[in-house]
Structures are given as C-alpha cells and as structure tokens.
C-alpha cells in the first residue's frame, strides 16, 4: 500500500484545476486528528468553533489564542498529512499588522500549523497580505463570518441580495489579490457559489454555499451528531454520536451502581503465595504494634 504524501499547497491548487474536490474537517484534539488522519482529509482545520463545541460558550468570540493554541498543538501530534490551519481567534489579528503577523507567527512556530485562517473582507484583507508577505500562507473567510455575527444581524445566511453578494465577491477578489491560498464561504446561497467559484483562482471550501465550491468543510461535532447545541441547516449528520455516548456512559453508570464493573477480566491477579504472605504480615504487624493496620482503631485519638 503506498503512504500517503502530506497535502500541499500546490497539490490544493491543482486540484481546483482537476474539478477534484477538497476535503477539510475542525478538529481540536488528538484522537479527533488521528480520526481525520485515517479518514485521509485533505485539512483540518482548528477551528475557533471550539469556543462553542469544546469549551461551551455560546459564540466563537469568547476564545484566547493561547486556548486556541493548546487545542491545535494537541491537533498537531494527531496529524501526518492533511494540510494543518489554525484559526486566529477574534481580537488576535485586527489591531495591526504586526499583531496579525505576531498571532500567525505563534500558530507556526509553538502550534505546528501550516496555514493560519482569518475572517472577513475589509480590514482583514491588510492583515492577510501582512501575513502572506511574513511567509505564513492565508486562508480566508468570507460570508456567513461567526466572529462578527452580531454586525451581520445574527447567525443567517449573507448574499442574499445584490448589494451583499457584490461584497462576498468584492471580498473575496480582494481576499485572492491579497495573496491567500484558499477561501471559505459560509451560509451563502448556492447560484452565488455557482457564480462566483469559478471567477476565483484559488479553491473556494464551502460551508453551506452549496455543491459548486471546490470542497466542503464540516465542524466535527456536527458531522458526527455529538453536539447537543443549534444545527445549521446545511449540517449533515454522519453520525449520531451524541446518543450512542449517552448510552455508553449510562451503561457504565448502572454497571458500576450493579457491581456489575469491574468483572474479573478487568482487573490485576496475586500469586496466592504472595497473597498469604502479605496476610500473614497483616496479622503479624497488626499483633506487634496492636492495630497498626487491623487493630481496634475507634480508641485512637486524631
Ligand atoms: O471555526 C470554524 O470551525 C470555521 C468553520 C466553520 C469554517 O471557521
């Protein structure tokens, strides 16, 4: 069998060329990332979804980047050859430049990711062509963007109109033009993909911008049904983990009320000698120092 080679940047180019579609999935564990390994992905992403399917909070916005960072070194030591992006988390890249670059560089060198990703047109195009020009390669973000969802009126589908699917298409061009390698569209309308993929050089991953874009990304805990929080209309579930954890952990729950767990094959045996032997200094200690271990312990002040 032949070993799959890491997944490059050119290799990603190529395959927009080819109509070959491109594979991403969020991860931000290990055994998630060996998962996405053995499942032969093309990238995973550390998504800064985390904030909501791993930490619990309810928007994206919440996460630090050093949070960020300790999920996506965890990712790292999971993954061989999908293409690894880290996720700048809002409020790590807007300020400047410099803060753009300083944020990506930490992604790089204490993470090892191989791509950083950012959110939105406007100021972040400056910031991803600061990036890109420091050597970090870019991935953007245009549409539906999480971390600016309350600017956006909410979490809804964007390009809905013309005005706003002149600015996901001004964005992105811009977004291209800056020097990213890829984009993401999110919660946009199928015929925009439709339009738009084909205008744009670089491959387009989709989120709920239908089946034109060059590939497809999925959150992890919604493509395996393990988050009990809102499911976007464009999720497909692959699986329904949720419940099936559920009832592991409460058959484990009613085994242990039981006695049930731990049965003998799950537990450490003694030679009986070595039993006897250490019963015997039980007995012995116990009559030498009058309870130290199995002596009447109830006239003993503490
Ligand atoms: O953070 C994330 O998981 C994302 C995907 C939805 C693309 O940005």
Same mark, same amino acid.
């Given at each position: 069998?032949?070993?799959?080679?890491?997944?490059?940047?050119?290799?990603?180019?190529?395959?927009?060329?080819?109509?070959?579609?491109?594979?991403?999935?969020?991860?931000?564990?290990?055994?998630?990332?060996?998962?996405?390994?053995?499942?032969?992905?093309? #990238? @995973? #992403?550390?998504?800064?979804?985390?904030?909501?399917?791993?930490?619990?909070?309810?928007?994206? +916005?919440? %996460?630090?980047?050093?949070?960020?960072?300790?999920?996506?070194?965890? @990712?790292?030591? /999971?993954?061989?050859?999908?293409?690894?992006?880290?996720?700048?988390?809002?409020?790590?890249?807007?300020?400047?430049?410099?803060?753009?670059?300083? +944020?990506? +560089?930490?992604?790089?060198?204490?993470? /090892?990711?191989?791509?950083?990703?950012?959110?939105? /047109?406007?100021?972040?195009?400056? =910031?991803?062509?600061?990036?890109?020009?420091?050597?970090?390669?870019?991935?953007?973000?245009?549409?539906?963007?999480?971390?600016?969802?309350?600017?956006?009126?909410?979490?809804?589908?964007? $390009? =809905?109109?013309?005005?706003?699917?002149?600015?996901?298409?001004?964005?992105?061009?811009?977004?291209?033009?800056? $020097?990213?390698?890829?984009?993401?569209?999110?919660?946009?309308?199928?015929?925009?993909?439709? %339009?738009?993929?084909?205008?744009?050089?670089?491959?387009?991953?989709?989120? $709920?911008?239908?089946?034109?874009?060059?590939?497809? @990304? #999925?959150?992890?805990?919604?493509?395996?049904?393990? &988050?009990?929080?809102?499911?976007?209309?464009?999720?497909?579930?692959?699986?329904?983990?949720?419940?099936?954890?559920?009832?592991?952990?409460?058959?484990?729950?009613?085994? @242990?009320?039981?006695?049930?767990?731990?049965?003998?094959?799950?537990?450490?045996?003694?030679?009986?000698?070595?039993?006897?032997?250490?019963?015997? &200094? #039980?007995?012995?200690?116990?009559?030498?120092?009058?309870?130290?271990? $199995? /002596?009447?312990?109830?006239?003993?002040?503490?």
């Amino acid at each position: 069998m032949s070993e799959r080679k890491p997944v490059t940047l050119p290799q990603l180019a190529e395959m927009k060329l080819n109509s070959e579609p491109i594979v991403m999935v969020t991860a931000y564990d290990y055994p998630s990332a060996e998962v996405a390994e053995a499942a032969g992905v093309d #990238l @995973v #992403l550390v998504g800064d979804t985390a904030a909501m399917t791993v930490l619990g909070h309810s928007s994206t +916005t919440p %996460v630090s980047l050093d949070e960020m960072l300790v999920l996506a070194k965890a @990712v790292r030591r /999971g993954l061989r050859t999908p293409l690894l992006v880290g996720d700048l988390p809002f409020g790590s890249y807007e300020r400047s430049d410099e803060q753009a670059i300083e +944020t990506a +560089t930490r992604y790089v060198k204490e993470a /090892g990711c191989d791509v950083v990703k950012l959110e939105r /047109g406007g100021a972040s195009v400056e =910031r991803a062509r600061a990036i890109v020009r420091a050597g970090i390669p870019v991935m953007g973000h245009v549409g539906l963007t999480p971390q600016t969802a309350t600017a956006l009126g909410g979490y809804r589908a964007q $390009g =809905r109109t013309a005005d706003q699917a002149v600015q996901i298409a001004e964005e992105a061009k811009a977004l291209q033009e800056a $020097g990213c390698f890829a984009i993401v569209f999110e919660a946009v309308p199928a015929a925009l993909s439709e %339009v738009l993929v084909p205008q744009l050089a670089i491959p387009v991953i989709g989120i $709920g911008a239908g089946a034109a874009t060059d590939g497809q @990304v #999925l959150v992890w805990h919604d493509l395996l049904g393990i &988050y009990g929080g809102h499911t976007p209309k464009f999720v497909k579930r692959y699986a329904e983990l949720r419940g099936q954890m559920i009832e592991a952990v409460g058959a484990y729950t009613a085994d @242990v009320r039981h006695r049930a767990f731990p049965a003998p094959e799950h537990t450490y045996s003694i030679d009986p000698e070595e039993l006897e032997a250490f019963k015997r &200094y #039980l007995e012995q200690s116990s009559r030498a120092s009058e309870g130290a271990f $199995g /002596g009447d312990w109830s006239a003993t002040e503490i």
